[in-house]
């Protein structure tokens, strides 16, 4: 019984210092978030305010994007729509080769991750710079991000200071956050400079204005787009909200969720191409439509992508972003991959124990473990249940639906209590990996009843008051 | 008011004291207490693990065999959150109205919302750690949960001050998920087990004697864990603690 997040999960683990250390700091980010939470009295108004906002827009989705695609277009930015994400890779060529880009910095963007964009591009002889620090890091190594707010947050700085010294040329054994973070800058500014074009995500679409908006820590997507002739912007067409008022809302949610800050450095509203520049907006489905009529999945589309359910997840701070196998882990990734491809992804159904923390601290209330509950349902019907769970919870319908059946196995329960170590902590036990089994007791509940030996035991009481 | 007892299936095998516990704490209290023979389980274990088509005959046990009470009661909160979440879209499927499910309390919530209790007699002069458990927290709200802005609160703390001599403490991390999750505990069992691990140690460093909770399956995980690794931490239900002078 087991999966491919169980082996990857038991795999972190081992490296014990690595696990503590991945839990301890994810959590406080989580901490941090809790702290911004309980300074605003009027935090869970908020939550619930975003919840509805985020509800009305993609019931009237159809409206909001008509009307963001006018202004957008008003405003002089160029609007495509993508049905997938090989159509969105097309678009996003095809634009870079009418301006024969040679180089293109790119801001974090999760949607180009999902379209697989960079591999993409490179192939077709682009130069693909990230200049988010993290997912520059990321790039150098060659690997996917970890988390999607804090993309390289698996690696210690002793690592990063080691890949600096191989493919920046840092001083040997200097990992001082602060001087390898300037010898990227100093790195990076040269990319910018050099740029032909640059590609932001959208955290947000404002429909009234046509504003895309950009929030950022490190400023890079302004860097990026200050400099060359082009700016593209890639977003998923559930990123539209209907006005700057609802804006706000989401504004004081997001920093607070994602970090714990009251808001990111940096939050950039891009409403027209610069004097003599263009600008281009590709608004991609890439089954987002399809999520829109799942009455059950529905809610998944009003993520704004905080990682504030990664961050509290007690299994994802424990088995690290790579153990699934979606590339966005955590409860939203669970159920995103789920919608995405389910045949694929639902190895990542079992990372989770359905405590709910996820619930309570997506600022816009997902109901993440009630979907991970019913994905759990669906599974039997399209083929690819565990056949050992299925078997068990075939016996314990078959004894539970007989009480007479029921009530001869707690007779017979304790029986194990007594047999030999090594039959009861096989291989084939996982309970017993790191736990003793319970002891069952000589008499159930139901057998001291029927002897009326419950009641006896209040009998003792009333006579000793007596 | 008529009281049907709810011991589900676990608590029944493993832990008949906490049944008994129970029993005494309403009987005490002057309730008409009855413990129907025919129950078995609640379905949960086979609906979480993704087998909910497994449960639907169990909940339709469940209200058939309850329907009779005023109130049923159980000591174990996840146990009752089930009922109360889920018996009704179970039965919908079926067609059938679910009648119990609203009328479905957890021992500690039973005691503190219905009854209003606020004296017990008895002492329990030891340091105890109160476990949150997440079904207790999260589902049923028998206290603040740690992620949410609201006033803190405590049904099993307000409970448990009620013994004399009683001194309460709670874990780093007061509502973390000790890691049991049902069939999770065994798909996930190296997860599962480093969480259990954490909890302990949070628990065990409030320098309590005692871990004490409203549900007996995060015990139960949490115990096993404790024996495997021969930690120095006792586990006793709530409704043992309350009934302890009884
Ligand atoms: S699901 Fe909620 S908590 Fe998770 S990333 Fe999306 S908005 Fe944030």
């Known amino acids: 019984m087991s999966t491919k997040h169980t082996k990857a999960a038991d795999l972190f683990i081992e490296n014990k210092e690595q696990q503590v250390w991945h839990n301890k700091t994810l959590h406080f980010v989580r901490d941090k978030r809790d702290k911004m939470a309980m300074q605003l009295p009027e935090w869970e108004v908020l939550r619930e305010t975003a919840h509805k906002i985020k509800m009305h827009t993609i019931t009237h989705l159809d409206h909001y994007l008509d009307l963001f695609s006018t202004r957008a277009e008003a405003n002089g930015i160029q609007v495509h729509w993508a049905k997938d994400a090989e159509e969105h890779n097309q678009i996003v060529y095809e634009i870079l080769q009418s301006h024969k880009v040679r180089k293109l910095v790119k801001s974090k963007s999760m949607l180009a991750e999902e379209c697989h964009l960079n591999p993409y591009l490179i192939d077709k002889g682009i130069n693909v710079v990230e200049s988010d620090l993290g997912e520059r890091i990321l790039q150098l190594l060659n690997e996917p991000p970890s988390h999607i707010v804090m993309p390289a947050i698996h690696l210690k700085r002793q690592e990063v200071g080691k890949l600096f010294e191989e493919k920046l040329h840092t001083e040997k054994d200097n990992s001082d956050p602060t001087y390898l973070t300037r010898a990227a800058r100093a790195h990076l500014r040269e990319e910018f400079l050099t740029a032909d074009a640059a590609m932001t995500g959208a955290n947000f679409g404002v429909a009234e204005t046509g504003d895309i908006v950009v929030c950022t820590n490190e400023g890079n997507a302004d860097m990026g787009t200050a400099l060359p002739p082009l700016h593209i912007v890639t977003m998923g067409m559930e990123k539209v909200i209907p006005n700057l008022q609802s804006l706000s809302v989401f504004i004081r949610l997001l920093a607070r969720s994602a970090t714990g800050q009251p808001v990111t ?34 809610q998944t589309l009003k993520c704004i992508r905080c990682g504030a359910c990664m961050n509290t997840c007690p299994v994802y701070r424990r088995s690290g972003g790579y153990s699934y196998t979606y590339f966005i882990p955590g409860p939203i990734g669970i159920n995103l991959g789920m919608l995405h491809a389910p045949k694929e992804y639902y190895d990542n159904l079992s990372a989770c124990s359905l405590c709910y923390s996820c619930n309570n601290v ?12 019913k994905w759990r349902q669906n599974l039997d019907s399209f083929g690819k249940a565990d056949p050992m769970k299925k078997v068990m919870s075939e016996g314990m319908k078959f004894m539970f639906e007989r009480p007479a059946l029921f009530r ?15 039959l009861i902590y096989n291989g084939l036990n996982d309970w017993g990996k790191g736990r003793e089994l319970p002891q069952f007791a000589s008499e159930s509940f139901a057998a001291l009843w029927k002897k009326g030996k419950v009641s006896a035991a209040n009998q003792k009481r009333s006579n000793h008051e007596q | 008011m008529k009281i049907g007892l709810f011991i589900p299936c676990y608590v029944n095998a493993v832990y008949p004291e906490v049944g008994v516990a129970t029993y005494k704490l309403l009987d005490y209290l002057g309730l008409d207490v009855d413990y129907p023979l025919e129950q078995t389980c609640c379905g949960q274990p086979m609906a979480n693990a993704g087998f909910e088509d497994k449960a639907i005959h169990l909940a339709e046990q469940f209200d058939h065999i309850f329907d009779a009470y005023d109130y049923v009661v159980g000591p174990s909160a996840s146990c009752v959150a089930f009922v109360r979440e889920h018996h009704p879209d179970l039965l919908k499927k079926e067609g059938h109205v679910c009648r119990t499910s609203s009328k479905t309390y957890d021992i500690c919530e039973f005691l503190h919302d219905i009854v209003k209790v606020d004296k017990l007699p008895g002492r329990f002069p030891h340091k105890v750690s109160v476990h949150n458990s997440c079904h207790g927290v999260r589902e049923l709200h028998l206290s603040s949960a740690s992620e949410l802005n609201i006033p803190p609160f405590s049904k099993v703390k307000d409970l448990l001050s009620l013994m004399e001599g009683i001194e309460l403490f709670e874990p780093a991390y007061v509502d973390e998920c000790c890691g049991f999750g049902g069939m999770f505990s065994v798909e996930e069992p190296s997860v599962s087990v480093c969480m259990g691990q954490d909890k302990l140690r949070n628990h065990i460093q409030t320098g309590a004697e005692y871990i004490t909770g409203a549900d007996s399956s995060c015990l139960m995980h949490m115990q096993g864990v404790a024996k495997r690794e021969n930690l120095p931490i006792k586990f006793i239900h709530v409704t043992q603690i309350l009934a302890s002078g009884l």
């Open chain 1, 265 to 298: 450095a940096y939050t950039s509203h891009y409403r027209k191409p610069r004097e003599g520049c263009e600008m281009h907006l590709v608004i991609v489905d890439n089954g987002r439509s399809e999520a829109l009529s799942n009455e059950d999945h529905i």
């Open chain 1, 362 to 373: 997506c600022p816009v209330k997902i109901d993440l473990a009630d979907q991970i509950y």
């Open chain 1, 408 to 422: 001869t196995g707690l007779k017979m329960a304790p029986i194990v209590n007594h047999m030999p170590r090594p």
